[in-house]
């Protein structure tokens, strides 16, 4: 199981509409957090391997909206 967190940037007036966006992608989201800071959501993801974070982190970077995305794979 990996545990992986995207940190997604997203434009002005884009964040409610894109929080249920992100949340309705199937395939191992687990939270999606407003946060405040440099970035504008924090997404946990829990999947099978990498080529899974990866297929879930293009899904939200092509949303409509997204500004830009980090993905980070959890080492515990």
């Known amino acids: 199981m990996v545990i992986a967190y995207v940190m997604v940037k997203a434009a002005t007036g884009e964040v409610d509409r894109l929080k249920s ?7 191992g989201i687990e939270s999606v957090s407003v946060v405040a800071g440099d970035v504008d959501y924090i997404v946990k993801v829990k999947v099978g391997g990498p080529s899974d974070v990866k297929s879930i982190a293009t899904s939200i970077h092509e949303l409509r909206g997204i500004e830009d995305t980090q993905t980070y794979i959890a080492m515990e």
Not at 21 to 27: K, L, Q, R, V, W
């Open 21 to 27: 966006e992100m949340s309705e992608i199937d395939g």
